[in-house]
């Protein structure tokens, strides 16, 4: 299993990022999957979930309403559109697929002006 993002960037308070994770080694279209992520100085928070279609959805507090989980699955792609972003969206971003226990290397958004 093998999962890799990317999309992170330096951006403004308010401004948008779009993630994208590449899944591979393992049935991508079949399971739940996962966007975690890390703030400097703290633990892991949970971001968003959603099951194999995206048709279920789930989302922290803290980013309902200005994050989107999607997927493709025809592309083995889980996506995470963030808008509205804060200071404190800042963090390491990393999906996983908790059902192999896989997680990818991370990458970064910077919320700053």
């Known amino acids: 299993v093998q999962l890799v993002e990317s999309g992170g960037d330096l951006v403004q308070p308010g401004g948008s990022l779009r993630l994208s994770c590449a899944g591979s080694?393992?049935?991508?279209?079949?399971?739940?999957m996962y966007w975690v992520r890390q703030a400097p100085g703290k633990g892991l928070e949970w971001v968003s979930t959603c099951n194999s279609g995206c048709s279920t959805a789930f989302y922290a507090d803290s980013v309902k309403g200005r994050f989107t989980i999607s997927r493709d699955n025809a592309k083995n792609r889980l996506y995470l559109q963030m808008n509205s972003l804060k200071p404190e969206d800042t963090a390491l971003y990393y999906c996983?697929?908790?059902?192999?226990?896989?997680w990818g290397q991370g990458t970064q958004v910077t919320v700053s002006s």
């Open positions: 996983a697929a908790i059902d192999f226990g896989s």
């Open positions: 080694g393992f049935a991508f279209t079949n399971y739940w």
